[in-house]
């Protein structure tokens, strides 16, 4: 592969031969790397691991390690040592995750002379203001940020004498906004947030709604003991020499105008990819004057999509949050049948509901109700096979299965699992506990099937 100029997105990552279903196209371990203040305690603040049972660093009393390798990692590569000495000054040790991954990216860049230099000239050059002049994140806490890093930087002592000039408000604003659109928020395989970091290299790949790989991380392995997380970029479509390889920064399930809006506020940027356009061309052919219309019933369902999960957050309302749903789902049926039948935008709500529900139903242990809910997922999902070798799409089987084999359904649940394991295969790496976890739940169905079909001599 290669970096070269796209047409109107900047720099892009190019096929230099043809990949398939499951190849790692690129792996790249983070440049610097922070976990987020929530989830500090029991993750590995290098490899990612998670455990209960991590070593507290002695000194600040906050950064974690599953080992001495890793503690080693962090001290020198991720520069601890600096970053160490200011946390343990702060009196609150609420420094925003931002703020400390702009500082480590900061000691690291100006530790190394030569290449990493670059990293210092791509920061300079980045824009902070937006094209129609105003400033980005002005609403936002970038002020604040900007204030925080300086605060951070002094109480970490670094004796350089060109950080004077660094954290002028100009850099400071330019690089806290390159790593609030260039770095990578990093999950496990389960798609839970473990935190954030900056990978060089994968921070040029651009965005499509359509995407040909995705991007997964290594991190809450045992294995990877000692190693940073690193990014790596797989294949989910066939990709011809001379192609873009492309990612997707959000949810693919959302609808076109849920994404629109989605990449203006987080990016800034409207997508021009192929899906945007026949999506936004079949809505504007099909809805034209009802688009006001349209656009106001799309606000409710997503505002009752927001309430359940704020309902599920703040106040533990589980059934209050499935009524939410609820009424999403059927403002969204109704809206199908009276409107607009086929909508594109109304079928990938659908299926972003349909997911949610299965989510909901499991937490209010309706099981039964549950199936129902992913069996529409996958059902919504079947006519759009770009999208068959997602992880989203294996973890709703590997649920979806599970939930069979407990219910003694065991025909679907091998037949979900299976498919599960089908798409892990090309994705995880072995060592990765969620494979671990789908082989054996399927084993264990496997083998109760295979004692069944003994005993009644069906099959
Ligand atoms: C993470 S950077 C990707 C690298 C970028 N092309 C560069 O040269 O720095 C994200 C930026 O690339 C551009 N971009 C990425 N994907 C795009 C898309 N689908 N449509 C339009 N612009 C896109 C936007 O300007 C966006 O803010």
């Not at 001290?75 to 480590?104: G, M």
């Not at 105008?257 to 409207?270: A, N, S, T, V």
């Not at 997922?377 to 973890?395: N, S």
Request: proline share 3%; net charge neutral.
């Amino acid at each position: 592969m290669q970096w070269s100029k796209t047409e109107n997105k900047g720099m892009g990552l190019f096929a230099t031969q043809p990949y398939k279903v499951g190849d790692i196209i690129l792996v790249e371990e983070a440049y610097s790397w922070v976990t987020l203040q929530d989830n500090s305690l029991n993750i590995c603040h290098t490899c990612f691991h998670c455990s209960e049972a991590l070593k507290k660093c002695s000194r600040c009393k906050f950064a974690r390690y599953c080992g001495l390798d890793c503690q080693k990692k962090a001290w020198k590569e991720n520069n601890h040592q600096w970053e160490c000495r200011a946390i343990a000054c702060s009196v609150n040790r609420k420094t925003p995750s931002i703020v400390r991954l702009a500082a480590l990216v900061l000691f690291r860049a100006l530790a190394t002379n030569g290449q990493d230099r670059k990293i210092l000239e791509r920061c300079r050059s980045f824009p902070y203001w937006s094209s129609d002049g105003g400033e980005f994140l002005s609403g936002h806490s970038l002020y604040g940020w900007v204030e925080d890093l300086r605060h951070f930087m002094r109480l970490s002592c670094y004796p350089q004498k060109e950080l004077s000039e660094l954290l002028e408000d100009n850099f400071v604003m330019s690089l806290i906004r390159l790593l609030e659109m260039n770095a990578h928020t990093i999950f496990d395989s389960e798609l839970n947030t473990l935190g954030v970091g900056f990978f060089p290299k994968a921070s040029l790949m651009n965005h499509d709604c359509r995407p040909n790989s995705v991007a997964l991380f290594t991190g809450g392995f045992h294995n990877t003991s000692g190693k940073p997380v690193s990014i790596h970029i797989r294949c989910v479509r066939p990709i011809e020499a001379g192609e873009e390889i492309v990612i997707s920064y959000l949810d693919v399930c959302l609808s076109w105008m849920d994404r629109l809006e989605w990449l203006k506020e987080h990016y800034q940027f409207e997508c021009c990819c192929s899906r945007c356009k026949e999506e936004s061309s079949l809505t504007i052919q099909q809805y034209g004057e009802k688009l006001v219309e349209l656009k106001s019933d799309l606000k409710t369902i997503n505002h009752l999509i927001v309430l359940s999960e704020q309902e599920e957050l703040g106040n533990n309302n589980l059934s209050r949050s499935f009524e939410c749903i609820h009424w999403a789902w059927d403002k969204c049926r109704q809206c199908i049948q009276k409107l607009y039948p086929n909508s594109p935008i109304f079928h990938w709500k659908q299926i972003q509901i349909a997911s949610r529900m299965g989510y909901l139903c499991i937490v209010l242990e309706k099981y039964s109700q549950a199936t129902d809910y992913l069996e529409l997922y996958i059902e919504l999902l079947r006519d759009k096979p770009e999208f068959a070798y997602f992880p989203t799409v294996a973890l709703e089987m590997l649920k979806l299965g599970k939930l069979y084999a407990y219910l003694g359904n065991l025909s679907a649940a091998k037949r979900y699992l299976e498919k599960a394991k089908q798409i892990y295969t090309n994705l995880l790496v072995k060592e990765d506990p969620l494979y671990y976890k789908c082989e054996e739940e399927l084993y264990k169905v496997v083998v109760e099937y295979d004692w069944m079909v003994q005993q009644t001599g069906l099959c």
